[in-house]
């Protein structure tokens, strides 16, 4: 199995920084199956190709798969294109061969994976369903898609084109990161044969190389479709209901915990947690995940995150790349410059950086800056405040700012009952000046959508127990302005 890249960026041999492989030594890794060899066929300041040859022991699959024996044909396990064909195994060796320069980063020359980059890659051979995927998968992307068929047996001309092609893959100007991560992404979903090997790692790297760009892939429907026939069982299943929901938007999960609900999993959670071995979401993050997912769907332009706190909303709705902007309002000035920092808003590179900007003010005073908006969220917010001066954030928001949609969420009382630590009564953060029972949230939502023109509808956040209700609830309200949607 052979790729190769190339550029004729000035000076080429830069490639060999980027990949942090110097061309003029032959290299050579394990990887799962085998061994992946890079080399450099040619090296000039004009033109530089590098090559990644994966060599895998068919013999080796075999033992490694463990009970397949009574899979396909009787000599399947011996007799097949695993060793030639691009495929998770090819993802796997790409990622360890070049795990650097697909995170972007380059000790030596710091500014070089910002470059984009003249590439070319050539696949030699993929299986794909049919002659028209690569194209479907990768044009999108940006690329001029090339493939070359050949007879599936030339001496019988009759039956045909084989289903496996080489590709070439050209692009006028794109990170050598990006590149990486679209083979490693959809390889493997071209191949669609078992992946042999997937860990729990490999898998949620896969969901996560993904991140940017797949939700707004015009076939991430089918590129999804066919990576849950990996993973399913294997990665946690609220990122793989995202997923099919057409989103991928968390990055690996950070150990930083959120809430005090983090520390106070609720009993049934907990044997949840002891049976499987899946990583879990924190319900903090589940919320951020699926209201970042309902605005996706309406696809807005201007975006409010109100008590944005440390910024987790604004991370995920940076990566919706049809936000033109995102203004981020928080009454804490400390809870601001942890988000500065932890968005990196100093190193953005200048276009997305004026795509966000973080506000001081509170939610209780009219403020000119929040006009114009499409949407807001306030996500775990309202509960921060006293109850009797909720009539005042209520004529900032939709009375004032109006944006077309807007989605608050807060826990719900009727859950606390199953949170072992929480006596009756308390709230599950110390800040919180009150927590509500499903019924009186529904009772403020329908108040305020009538008094100030919206439709409001209730939604659970988080798996609802019956008797309580799920962990968190959000209200979405619309406006009849109608806004900007925009859907693939
Ligand atoms: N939305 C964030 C933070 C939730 S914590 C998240 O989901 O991660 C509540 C946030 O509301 C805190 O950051 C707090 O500083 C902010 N807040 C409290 N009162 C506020 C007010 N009057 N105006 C604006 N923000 C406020």
Known sequence: MLLTLTTSYSPATDLGYLLHKNPARLQSVEVAGGVAHVFYPEATAERCTAALLLDLDPVGLVRGRGGASGEGFALEQYVNDRPYVAS???????????????????????????????????????????????????????????????????????????????????????????????????????????????????????????????????????????????????????????????????????????????????????????????????????????????IYQLGPKRVLDLGCGEGKLLRLLLRQHKIEFILGMDVSHQALSRAAQRLHLDEMPPRQRTRIELIQGSLLYRDERLAGFDAAALVEVIEHLDENRLAALEAVVFGQARPAHVFVTTPNADYNQLFDKLNAGDFRHDDHRFEWTRAEFAAWAAGVAEWHGYQVRIVAMGEEVEGVGPPSQMAVFESGRTIFIEKN
């Not at 890659?121 to 049919?130: D, E, L, Q, R, W």
């Not at 490693?184 to 790297?205: F, M, Q, S």
């Not at 959120?258 to 002891?274: F, G, H, I, L, Y």
């Open 88 to 294: 998770s195994f090819l993802s796997a060796a790409l990622s360890k061969a070049f795990g650097t320069a697909m995170n972007g980063t380059c000790k030596d020359r710091p500014n070089l994976p910002a470059q984009a980059l003249p590439l070319e890659v050539k696949v030699a051979v993929v299986s794909a369903p049919g002659p028209d995927w690569p194209r479907r998968l990768f044009e999108p992307l940006g690329y001029e898609v090339e493939i070359e068929t050949t007879l599936l047996d030339p001496t019988v001309p009759e039956w045909g084109d084989s289903r496996y092609y080489t590709l070439h893959l050209r692009h006028e100007g794109l990170r050598l990161q990006d590149v990486l991560t679209h083979l490693y992404v959809l390889l493997p979903v071209l191949d669609n044969d078992k992946h042999y090997y997937i860990g729990e790692n490999e898998a949620e790297k896969l969901l996560h190389r993904g991140g940017e760009w797949l939700p707004q892939h015009p076939e991430r429907g089918f590129i999804t479709r066919r990576y849950l026939r990996y993973l399913a069982g294997i990665v946690n299943p609220t990122l793989l209901r995202l997923m099919e929901g057409d989103e991928v938007e968390e990055a690996p999960l950070e150990a930083v915990p959120d809430e005090t609900e983090k520390a106070v999993v609720p009993a049934s959670d907990q044997t949840v947690a002891a049976e499987s071995a899946e990583p879990k979401l924190s319900l903090h993050d589940q919320r951020l995940q699926q209201v970042a997912h309902e």
